[in-house]
């Protein structure tokens, strides 16, 4: 979001870098239009073009960030697996042991049992609770974009329009340029 700030500072920036070179252009007496320096024009739109390009290169930052999010669901699902996978390899260690000995064999089984239930419990718990939290921060994280994507759409037609309107007006005094030139 802070990139975006900048970026947002840098057009600001030229947008008042066209407004300087409006205000000290030559004024036609007789029409009140403004003779401006062709270059300078083109040198500030230029530089809003390299904005643009570095907009557009560090948008899939955004967009990266996104897919960490998701790796980090995948992980810990990944987790939660291993330690349910731990959970009953210790359960059937433990009935194994249970078995070297004739009377405990009923006992261990049923504990066994327990262990097991009590650890794919856990181990569904954990795993729902996992992906809960993940589908909440990659929702927070397509908010976020959704809201970089309008506010960054909202200035680019801000400036489009605004350039449409420098790049018509400079037709046009152009075109009276030769109109007097005649």
């Not at 078995?99 to 405990?104: G, S």
Request: net charge negative.
């Amino acid at each position: 979001m802070e990139k975006i700030k900048d970026y947002l500072a840098a057009v600001e920036d030229q947008l008042d870098k066209i407004e300087n070179v409006i205000e000290g252009g030559k004024s036609s007496i007789f029409s009140g239009r403004v003779s401006v320096s062709r270059e300078s024009v083109f040198d500030i739109v230029d530089e809003i073009r390299n904005i643009k390009s570095e907009i557009e290169m560090n948008l899939p930052a955004e967009i990266r960030t996104a897919a960490r999010i998701a790796s980090d669901r995948e992980k810990i699902i990944a987790d939660a697996k291993i330690k349910a996978d731990a959970l009953l390899k210790e359960a059937r260690a433990e009935a194994d042991k249970a078995l070297n000995e004739h009377e405990i064999i009923r006992q261990a089984t049923a504990k066994a049992q327990q262990l097991e239930t009590a650890s794919r419990a856990s181990a569904a718990k954990f795993r729902k609770d996992a992906i809960e939290y993940s589908e909440e921060l990659l929702q927070k994280t397509e908010e976020a974009i959704r809201r970089v994507l309008e506010n960054f759409a909202d200035e680019a037609r801000g400036v489009e329009d605004y350039l449409t309107a420098m790049t018509q007006t400079l037709f046009d005094n152009r075109k009276d340029l030769r109109g007097i030139k005649e």
